[in-house]
């Protein structure tokens, strides 16, 4: 068992919309609001000094111990190793996964991808397939046709990879994304806004103490 299996969402840091002190706040409204397990901060800053980064890291995973929730690092191997995250995200670019597993062992590694058609073959944990359903660097959107598309290749060459949909998802349009064969969605502006994160939990069903009626 893998602790990718009960993952949902994913939230990935954008240090150029939200200051880091903002960031951990919101990040902790988020895993507090959600069901343990379900959810997973994504460490992102190209381009930053690694003792910022570490410092931020740090004060990340504590939010994510102290709620049950996951700790991702986005390309930085070293961060993910001193600072024991529980999962590796590797861009489509990136050094190759049995390379990076070298480094970090039984690690799970979440692969981004850009093509349905190449999830199948990607030797990861997790395809991270983007973008889906809106315009992102300079990338047209793939629809919810390639979601499906890549779940029953998946299927087809009996691979158990996990399926993660990024780009453009929103509360309004996150159970689409689950509905066309993603396990799990990430987003950045509606994960981490101060009011949308909590509409997206409830999209997904994922509210740790969901209210009845």
Known sequence: MSVLDELRLVAISDLERIEPHTLVAR????????????????LRAPGRPARALFELGEALKQVALRHAQLFVVNERID??????????????DSVDTAAARRLVGNLPVI???????????????????SPVLEARKGNAPLGLAALRA?????SAAGKRTR???????????????IDAGADAVAAIGSAL??????RLLRALELERNPQSG
């Open 27 to 42: 990040w902790e409204a988020l895993a507090h609001a959600a069901r343990p397990g379900s959810v997973a901060i994504d």
């Open 79 to 92: 961060l993910a190793l001193l600072l024991a995250a529980d999962a590796l995200h590797l861009r489509e």
């Open 111 to 129: 692969r981004a991808c850009h093509s349905a058609f190449d999830v199948p073959s990607l030797d990861a944990d997790a395809a991270l397939l």
């Open 150 to 154: 890549a779940k029953d290749a998946l």
């Open 163 to 177: 399926l993660i949909a990024l780009g453009g998802v929103d509360a309004a349009r996150a159970s689409g994304c």
């Open 193 to 198: 806004g101060d009011v949308s994160a909590l």
